[in-house]
């Protein structure tokens, strides 16, 4: 008979940190004394699409060994980027060898204005209103890497930092707020204490009054005296 589905036994199947996307994978030769020799080069980009992102080349004699090669690089190269919302806080330019780009930020609702490269770099770092262009090579590799440098360079700006303040005012308020009811409610007596304080103590039984004896009326015959 064949496992069900949902046995005990079946695996579980992890949840991964990063999403990974192959930007190019390239054969490429490397000439020795012998002759040549044939490898795999993979280019990948990580991201967790909330403000990490990583790019990393790995070569190896299999397509898959390359890829992971690649996505243990990208691990190594990853960027924390700061973001106002959904966009980039301002706007940034980075050359890279003979990749030039340009990155500016943009109204919710625009979405993702990029080419090929740029487009899987930003997604996976979770922005999601941009607008920028690309000069110069459109060689993947260098692409990547200059976005990521320009992704470096972002910094807070003033209304991003009154914004931190506000929120970090905020939480602090209901931070006391929440320390205070529980203060009082410890403080409050227990339901037990309260019923045994409103019940009246109980009183010792009182002895029963002693009622008066009545004298039977005899019924034996009285003697007449003579």
Not at 54 to 79: C, F, H, P, T
């Amino acid at each position: 008979m064949s496992k069900r589905a949902h046995s005990k036994n079946s695996p579980v199947k992890e949840v991964k940190e990063f999403e990974e996307e192959v930007l190019e994978l390239a054969r490429v030769t490397r000439v020795v004394k012998g002759g040549r020799r044939m490898r795999f080069r993979a280019t990948v980009v990580i991201g967790n699409r909330n403000g990490k992102v990583g790019v990393g080349i790995g070569k190896s004699d299999e397509v898959v060994g390359s890829i992971q090669k690649a996505i243990s690089d990208a691990k190594k190269n990853l960027v924390v980027l700061k973001m106002d919302g959904t966009t980039i806080p301002h706007d940034v330019s980075m050359k890279y060898k003979s990749a030039s780009i340009l990155l500016m930020p943009a109204a919710p609702g625009t979405g993702i204005i990029a080419g090929g490269t740029i487009r899987k770099v930003v997604e996976l770092a979770g922005i999601k209103d941009i607008l920028s262009k690309s000069f110069g090579t459109t060689n993947k590799i260098a692409c990547s890497r200059a976005t990521l440098e320009a992704l470096k360079l972002l910094k807070e700006n003033p209304f991003m930092q009154r914004e931190a303040k506000r929120s970090a005012t905020r939480s602090a308020s209901k931070a006391s707020a929440t320390r205070s009811v529980s203060e009082a409610k410890r403080n409050e007596p227990s339901s037990a204490s309260k019923a045994s304080a409103t019940s009246p103590e109980p009183t010792a039984p009182t002895a029963k009054k002693s009622e008066p004896q009545t004298a039977k009326p005899s019924t034996e015959p009285v003697a007449h005296k003579k």
